[in-house]
């Protein structure tokens, strides 16, 4: 039978739940036990697809094609594993359920209420990863005391009560606040949530408690002592240089050996993370320097809309034995200021995905400076489209070249809906979404760096480039070196007299991961670290 542990937040949001979760996942499966994880979102969005990225952050698309919080980015990284849309799903989805199976007449005429029926599905969900893995670790979003989490919370609780007492597992993370004008952290936000939580009826096993300031042990046994836990199982979690570190830290915690022994199952005296140590030291002491890439987008003032590019980043980085430094830079700033100031000093550019026509005016600008000024370049989805209307209108001298997007009068759609997208109502779930077959042309770049002629990446986007203009466009020079399997659409295109300048429809950033970094950022990284000297 499968063990559950389940992860809950307290006192405030943004703690980290979805790092402390995927690095626990990492430590059981390196114990050698097949893990699932799942991330629950209290919101009645049907998924975050259609919310704003500067409420939400960025839409982490899975090889099935799911809109996923963010967090399940986290997981795939740290589990180097591919996960579905059953790792993820919403108050939203488990009404729309619910709904449904009323209309149908599953019920046999009861009154559908919260207990049982809503319950009963939630615990459903969560069995059902259990049926293939020996342990499944559960995050809830938000924190305890939110009203649109207890339903979720009291699932777990009847699920606690329903499973063998060594069955499951609950981890409560919280914040120990620091006041300077006392010189001491505060415990007290940590006893409220623990009380509040146990009045729901879920005493936790285990506290990780994080903090800007060294934890000392007096706080440790206060915790431990309101919290009706033994020390030892108040785990310390102060600020650490990057995310990665926080597996050697619970593990230097023996968190894994804790929920093992509980569980009653075997655990390894010191399970090999050598490959995460090593990936580690080259990210926090690289022997070659920095580079300075540049993100060039209109979300730059929240940092989590493009979460899964800085993370490639990071891999890259290490990859490369070499810091990244990420300068975010506004395309609308681009507009305003012009391009050779806003790029000035960066030895790469990046040109994310997004939607929408604010800045991209300013993105086409700074494309246009990194083509003529050879900076190393990597657009991504919007970036490629973005790419084909500079280069039609620069290039190829297609006046007032555009997407039908942002223009839908433009004399030259270059990037335009294909026939069956048009007039499309519904906005949720209707994109070209998840994993498909990419076939590379060798004797260019892209190929180069993959090695390979057949790839699989992640969509996610409604608009392509124009069958109508693709030989124009080759002709002055801009090399199709990918194309959809399925279809033919573009899917990578490249300029050859150029240091590195590689745009992508896909989002390559979703598949790449600490020990096996995507090759489009490992090559951008290395054209800049040249362009750098």
């Not at 990492?26 to 704003?52: A, E, F, Q, S």
């Not at 009963?120 to 924190?143: A, F, P």
Request: proline content about 5%.
């Amino acid at each position: 039978m499968a063990k559950y542990i389940f992860v809950t937040g307290g006192v405030v949001s943004s703690l980290g739940k979805g790092v402390i979760t995927a690095s626990i996942g990492l430590l059981l499966k390196r114990n050698g036990y097949r893990v699932k994880l799942l991330k629950i979102d209290p919101y009645i969005n049907v998924d975050p697809g259609t919310m704003n990225p500067f409420q939400h952050g960025e839409v982490f698309v899975t090889d099935d094609g799911a809109e996923t919080d963010l967090d399940i980015g986290h997981y795939e990284r740290f589990l180097n594993q591919s996960l579905k849309r059953e790792n993820n799903f919403t108050t939203g989805q488990v009404y729309a359920t619910l709904i449904e199976k009323e209309r149908k007449g599953e019920f046999l005429g009861q009154t559908v209420q919260v207990v049982p029926h809503l319950t009963n599905e939630i615990k459903s969900r969560i069995r059902q990863l259990g049926v293939d893995s020996d342990i499944v670790i559960v995050e809830v979003g938000g924190t305890v005391g939110d009203i649109e989490s207890l339903p979720f919370l009291e699932a777990i609780r009847q699920l606690r009560l329903e499973e063998p007492p060594s069955g499951t597992f609950s981890i409560h993370l919280t914040l120990l606040p620091y006041l300077s004008a006392a010189g001491e952290l505060k415990t007290k936000p940590t006893q409220h949530s623990v009380q509040k939580l146990r009045e729901i009826g879920i005493q936790p096993d285990m506290l990780i408690c994080r903090a800007e300031k060294e934890i000392t042990w007096d706080a440790v046994r206060k915790i431990a002592l309101f919290a009706n836990l033994p020390p030892k199982r108040v785990v310390r979690a102060s600020v650490m240089p990057t995310i990665y570190d926080i597996p050697l830290l619970l593990r230097k915690a023996n968190v894994d050996r804790e929920i093992l022994t509980q569980f009653g199952l075997p655990f390894a005296e010191s399970p090999d993370l050598t490959d995460w140590e090593n990936f580690l030291r080259r990210v926090k002491n690289p022997s070659r320097g920095t580079v300075r890439i540049g993100l060039c987008g209109k979300y730059v003032h929240i940092r989590d809309s493009y979460k899964s590019i800085f993370e490639a980043l990071v891999h890259a980085g290490a990859a490369n034995d070499i810091k990244v430094e990420p300068v975010l830079i506004s395309s609308t700033d681009v507009e305003k200021n012009g391009a050779e100031s806003m790029l000035d000093g960066i030895d790469g550019l990046i040109i994310p995905g997004g939607f929408g026509k604010r800045g991209t005016e300013g993105k086409i600008m700074a494309i246009k400076y990194a083509r003529e000024n050879k900076i190393p370049f990597l657009g991504i989805c919007l970036g490629l489209q973005l790419t084909v209307v500079e280069f039609a209108r620069h290039v190829v001298g297609l006046e007032n070249a555009n997407s039908t997007e942002f223009d839908p009068s433009t004399p030259h759609p270059v990037i335009d809906l294909l026939p069956d997208e048009v007039g499309f109502e519904i906005y949720g779930g209707t994109m070209r979404l998840g994993s498909s077959a990419v076939r590379l042309f060798r004797d260019t770049l892209v190929y180069n760096l993959y090695r390979q002629e057949i790839i699989h990446e992640r969509h996610r986007h409604r608009y392509e480039v124009n069958r109508a203009y693709r030989q124009q466009l080759e002709d002055a020079g801009l090399t199709v070196s990918g194309e959809a399997v399925d279809s033919g659409l573009v899917e990578v295109v490249e300029i050859k007299d150029h240091p590195f300048f590689i745009a992508s429809q896909f989002h390559p950033e979703f598949k790449s991961r600490p020990l096996s970094p995507h090759p489009l950022f490992v090559g951008l990284v290395r054209a800049a670290m040249k362009q750098n000297g």
